[in-house]
């Protein structure tokens, strides 16, 4: 089999391919549909997705219905087997749940109560994400930054709570207003391995100034400078883990780079409302020696 052309006419139509799936996952996405989106025949069309994406179309497309569906379970509460089915464009809920079992290992149940988000990130270790990411990473001297934080304690599914009384601080204060400071997450764990209630993660927002005494528990913390590997994530912050997988387990064994003991951290480059969360941005930053 000849390979694939590999020019950027071919990876943009392929793109918009994914980002129609992305759109419309309640809707029509068959082999026709797909193939006219990307101005291909429909009876080529196979071939080449299994080569630009590295699983077959109805394959790619049953992972990105399952992803969303998963999370949906896990961050929605009382979120019946029944919608989730009807979301993930199944016919009824067995057939979702067979698949969902299949393959997560466990009943949507029982993943509703108790996420496994290591086997969530396993399962969606697409070739074509995996090798746009590595293509995308840069290694970048950080300078160092001074930051406002709000430390959050507990369940990660409870982050939101905390950045929204992060805002009232910021608001309040004026210390480190959005258009002029950058903001940044950092988290101290992986919220795929550690328990619930165990899970820190610090707010932050940058200042040029010693944060005042303040009601809310924001503290003055800096990162501090040195040589980090950035890659951007595109899309929901819920998914960056899709991000932040390859690059510990592809790029960094090649790479023969050596991990700094410090956190890895987000810098947040959109803000919500005005971007939805599809378009957001993040800077992916991982320490090194």
């Not at 139509?13 to 809707?27: K, M, P, Q, T």
């Not at 406002?148 to 910021?170: C, D, K, T």
Request: glycine share 6%.
């Amino acid at each position: 089999m000849t390979d694939l052309p590999a020019n950027a006419a071919y990876t943009e139509r392929f793109n918009a391919v994914l980002a129609y799936i992305d759109a419309h996952l309640e809707g029509d996405l068959s082999v026709k549909t797909l193939s006219a989106v990307a101005n291909f025949s429909a009876f080529h069309f196979h071939r080449q997705f299994s080569g630009f994406v590295g699983v077959p179309v109805s394959r790619y497309v049953q992972l990105m219905r399952l992803r969303r569906a998963a999370h949906r379970l896990a961050s929605k509460a009382d979120y019946p087997v029944l919608d989730a089915a009807l979301d993930a464009g199944f016919e009824s809920p067995e057939a979702f749940s067979r698949a969902f079992r299949r393959n997560f290992g466990m009943t949507p149940s029982a993943f509703a109560r108790q996420p496994d988000w290591q086997v969530w990130n396993t399962v969606f270790s697409i070739p074509h994400f995996s090798r746009s990411i590595i293509m995308q990473v840069r290694i970048v001297e950080f300078p160092q930054v001074r930051l406002a934080a709000l430390e959050h304690h507990g369940a990660p599914a409870l982050v939101n709570q905390s950045v929204s009384r992060f805002i009232q601080w910021r608001q309040l204060s004026g210390q480190s207003p959005v258009a002029t400071s950058r903001t940044f997450g950092i988290p101290y764990g992986n919220p795929d391995t550690t328990a619930p209630a165990e899970f820190r993660f610090d707010v932050c927002g940058e200042i040029h100034e010693a944060v005042l005494p303040n009601a809310f528990g924001v503290r003055e913390i800096v990162i501090p400078a040195g040589r980090c590997v950035v890659v951007r994530h595109v899309g929901s912050p819920d998914h960056i883990g899709e991000t932040i997988y390859p690059i510990y387990r592809d790029w960094l064994p090649a790479s023969g780079e050596e991990l700094r003991d410090h956190p890895l951290f987000f810098e947040y480059l959109s803000v919500y409302p005005e971007t939805p969360q599809e378009q957001w941005q993040t800077d992916v930053y991982v320490p090194l020696q």
